[in-house]
């Protein structure tokens, strides 16, 4: 079965680093209810869901793909560019290791926030933002042989897969506005910012945020089944629904 590490936003989201935007007041009581409906549709998809343990103290820990990258049987922990959050880790860490993944660590001083690794079947696409530095990009290869590394510029947003994500087929779609597309063999436009993050659930299955309407109809139209679910209270600290899940 595949499986979906996710982890429950805690008491203190609001106060989160995750984002740079301005902030309104957050609803914890509705985030609570949005993530339960996110893990619903991972579950219905197929995925096992595996809780990661609460790091209260840590508010952007509800965002647990930045903790870690997965590439088959092996995982890389993340460090953190905000280090901030460098608690976060830990709890990922056991995580991963109960699933009987092979855990690696990054050597140095480097940044690797996982929101910046953008996967494919060949390739590894890697952020080179304000959260991921080139240290680390030059050391994922060594890491992670079986990708290809690409760095991207991220030129406008927090992290990659703010600005782009991949469909199944492997072509790529997001806000060319925000990423150096140089590098890029294509790049889809997405209609609205929030629908430059997909989840790919299944071969022809798609999970995208319910505030991207015209990006799930274009996607609808092209043969996707797309699921669509409410995720603005993790939106306003800059999440999509990619931050929320590490799939292994």
Known sequence: MRTALVRAPGPRLADGLVTH??????????????HEAYTGALAEAGFGLHWVEPADDCPDAV????TAVVCGDRAVLARPGAPERAGEVAG??????????????LDGECALDGGDVLQTSDTLYVGRSGRTD??????????????RVVGV????????????????DGSLIGL????DTSGL???????????????????????????????????????????????????????????LSILV
């Open 21 to 34: 935007r301005e902030r309104r007041p957050l609803d914890l009581a509705l985030a609570r209810a949005q």
């Open 63 to 66: 965002f647990v793909e930045d």
């Open 92 to 105: 990922t860490e056991r995580a991963l290791r109960g699933l009987g993944l092979d855990v690696r660590t």
């Open 134 to 147: 080139d240290d680390a990009l030059c050391r994922l290869p060594s890491l992670l042989p079986v990708r």
């Open 153 to 168: 510029k991220v030129l406008g947003a927090l992290h990659l897969k703010s600005a782009m994500t991949a469909l199944p």
């Open 176 to 179: 060319p506005d925000l990423i």
């Open 185 to 243: 063999p294509g790049l889809r436009v997405a209609p609205e910012a929030s629908g430059a993050g997909v989840v790919v659930l299944g071969e022809d299955h798609l999970l995208l945020a319910a505030s991207a309407p015209r990006t799930a109809a274009l996607l609808r139209a092209d043969g996707w089944r797309v699921t669509t679910v409410d995720i603005s209270e993790f939106e306003a600290l800059e999440g999509s629904v990619t931050c």
